[in-house]
Antibody, heavy 117, light 107 residues
Framework: QVQLVQSGPEVKKPGSSVKVSCEAP????????ISWVRQAPGQGLEWMGR????????TYAQKFQARIVITADKSTNTVHLNLSSLTSDDTAVYFC??????????WGQGTLVTVSS | DIQMTQSPSSLSASIGDRVTITCRAS??????LNWFQQKPGKAPKLLIY???TLASGVSSRFSGGGSGTDFTLTINSLQAEDFATYFC?????????FGGGTRVEIK
């Protein structure tokens, strides 16, 4: 299994943006896609989008299209999720996953993002 | 978007029981159906992919079946470590949608 290490918890104000990072220490993402999946407190799982770092191709869920950017920094083996125009509904744990054929095989530990005034 | 409907949303079972969870897609997804297990405070863990292929290191107590729109996850001889929440997900087309989850509790 591949270890994915995510950045630490964030507390943000409504209307601001958050950047969450996901690193594959000691390795590269290869040809795999990296997805972001979030989970609001006590709720289910929601796929937000993905990037294929080797070709820098992104796919986003329509719901987030206007305010999400996923980027890959191949020099540091890190993928970043940027989510803007935050509201309290964005309070959730955000997971990155490493995908093979669109299957989320490996998961990061999760990053709690709290949006509160 | 493809809607995924899981049932039941929760169930109570005893150690040694056989448990079956169902997942229905709103349109055909061939066999592009995955199952995950999640324990409180932890990231989900892949159990089964492509409807019936066991992920590496996963107990053979778990099995998956189905194709098209109707799928099942079966846990044979339920063990203490199996009490968790289970999610299905379609990987047929983006957005990759999840079912609402099934919480398996101790009776």
């Amino acid at each position: 299994q591949v270890q994915l290490v995510q950045s630490g918890p964030e507390v943000k104000k409504p209307g601001s943006s958050v950047k969450v990072s996901c690193e594959a220490p000691g390795g590269t993402f290869g040809t795999h896609a990296i997805s972001w999946v979030r989970q609001a407190p006590g709720q289910g799982l929601e796929w937000m989008g993905r990037v294929i770092p080797i070709v820098d191709v992104t796919t986003y869920a329509q719901k987030f299209q206007a305010r999400i950017v996923i980027t890959a920094d191949k020099s540091t083996n890190t993928v970043h999720l940027n989510l803007s125009s935050l509201t309290s509904d964005d309070t959730a744990v955000y997971f990155c996953t490493r995908d093979t054929e669109a299957v989320h095989r490996d998961w990061g530990q999760g990053t709690l993002v709290t949006v509160s005034s | 978007d493809i809607q995924m409907t899981q049932s039941p949303s929760s169930l109570s079972a005893s150690i040694g029981d056989r448990v079956t969870i169902t997942c229905r897609a709103s349109q055909t997804i061939n066999k592009f159906l995955n199952w995950f297990q999640q324990k409180p405070g932890k990231a989900p863990k892949l159990l089964i992919y492509f409807a019936s292929t066991l992920a590496s290191g996963v107990s053979s107590r778990f099995s998956g079946g189905g194709s098209g729109t109707d799928f099942t996850l079966t846990i044979n001889s339920l063990q203490a470590e199996d009490f968790a929440t289970y999610f299905c997900q379609q990987s047929y087309s983006p957005p990759l949608t999840f079912g609402g989850g099934t919480r398996v509790e101790i009776k």
